[in-house]
């Protein structure tokens, strides 16, 4: 597995080079380092060895072929690997372009403003390895094949090989833990823990959204119910597609699966995707009243990355504004971000709905977040997405932990 360093100016490039060599190339899984100096070339080339390659860094401003248009080639060559854009351009620029990869499905790792620093480097590849992504710092590089196909994956669901990993939300307020989002995982036989962008897809065009959901869910709510002792009676969120509000039995099926394990609805969270909302809604809307009738409740997921129209935040009936981590990492130190999370927060406050801030990774981030009034956060400063098994006893570590994370 290589590196491939697209950029039209050499200085950049040897710059570069020197920088990843002196952090530990080999240690982190990867055999050399290839440069293009067009991204045409570049993309001629992962499309004859894609799987040569685990690592992209491109620049945005090159003639020919520029950033944008190497990103959209680069989503037609179905490239796995990870993808770092890094340009002189106005960081608002730079910001557009990451989100418009990310919405493409590329695995983008961040940006970086030119000339690019050995801190600035760092920082972006070690926020890879502490999101437990694998390698010294990046996923790809030593993650083996993960392509599937939908019988093995059907039977994976069925025989039990779907887990739950739990990441916690905690009170920005009070610093209490009131829940934990379920984050479904591939316990693999032979390839270990396999993430979920590897096998959402398949999961959604092979028709498997039912039952993959219906696992995550039987899992989330005896899980919870084995916590509450130690807790105190925490909520569990789980995030759901459109396809499993296309059923109105929905809601039945789902009261159904609570009583069995015997778990309060109301303590229950359904999480949908703002990027994922029904344009044509009256049978979402017939559910999901019906499931907040029940004691279910609404969060919309990744807001502010969507287009969502104010009517349907008025119509329908959410709970919670979760803030993508797009706008939340960076936030302390960058006007434009601040500026969008002020207007959810304001927004939130004036639906009376929770506000969660996602991707909370640093201190200085959680204490902007605070100074703004968000209400409840979740990230790697807390923690990273756990097994089951290990939630009581980070439970319990959590009173000391919090000193440290919040001091208070």
């Known amino acids: 597995m290589k590196i491939l360093i697209v950029d039209d100016d050499d200085f950049t490039t040897r710059l570069l080079q020197i920088q990843l060599r002196a952090m530990g ?29 685990g690592l992209v860094f491109c620049d945005l401003r090159m003639p020919g072929m520029d950033g944008v248009e190497f990103v959209r080639h680069l989503v037609a060559t179905e490239f796995r690997g990870g993808l770092v854009l890094i340009s002189g351009a106005e960081p608002r620029v730079l910001q557009m372009v990451e989100q418009l990869a990310r919405q493409q499905g590329l695995d983008v790792l961040g940006s970086l403003a030119k000339p690019v620093t050995p801190g600035s ?9 502490s999101a ?50 379920a984050l479904a995982r591939w316990q693999h036989p032979e390839r270990g823990i396999v993430a979920p962008d590897d096998f959402l897809p398949l999961v959604e065009s092979a028709g498997l959204v039912t039952p993959l959901t219906r696992a995550v869910l039987v899992n989330a709510l005896q899980h919870a119910c084995s916590w509450n002792g130690a807790g105190g009676g925490l909520d569990v ?18 009261a ?16 949908l995707s703002e990027s994922r909302l029904p344009t044509e809604p009256r049978a979402q809307l017939d559910i999901l009243s019906r499931l907040r009738l029940k004691g279910v409740r609404l969060a919309l997921d990744d807001f502010g990355t969507g287009f969502t129209k104010l009517a349907q935040l008025r119509d329908m009936p959410f709970s919670e504004l979760k803030i993508d981590r797009a706008f939340v990492q960076g936030v302390a130190g960058d006007a434009s971000r601040r500026a969008i999370v002020q207007a959810a927060l304001a927004l939130a406050r004036e639906l009376d709905v929770e506000t ?33 098994c290990d939630v009581v006893p980070w439970l319990d570590a959590w009173p000391t932990l919090r000193e440290g994370v919040l001091g208070a």
């Open 256 to 271: 159904g699966l609570a009583a069995e394990a015997g778990f309060p609805l109301e303590r229950l969270v359904l999480e």
């Open 132 to 181: 437990g992504l694998g390698g010294k710092w990046a996923d790809c590089a030593t993650q083996p094949g993960t392509t599937a196909d939908a019988a093995e994956l059907e039977a994976a669901i069925n025989g039990g090989e779907i887990v739950n990993h739990y990441q916690p939300k905690i009170d920005l307020r009070t610093g209490a833990v009131v829940g934990m989002e």
């Open 356 to 388: 969660v801030a996602e991707g909370v990774d640093n201190a200085e981030d959680l204490a902007c977040l605070r100074a703004l009034g968000c209400g409840m956060f979740q990230g790697y400063l807390v923690a990273e997405p756990m097994p089951a």
């Open 121 to 129: 480097l760092r920082t972006l590849l070690q926020g890879r390895e």
């Open 237 to 254: 969120a789980v995030n759901v597609s459109l396809a499993s509000l296309g059923r109105l039995d929905f809601p039945d099926r789902l």
């Open 25 to 53: 190339l080999k240690d982190s899984g990867y055999a050399g380092i290839e440069s293009s100096s067009s991204g045409a070339d570049a993309i001629e080339r992962l499309a004859l060895a894609p799987a040569d390659f």
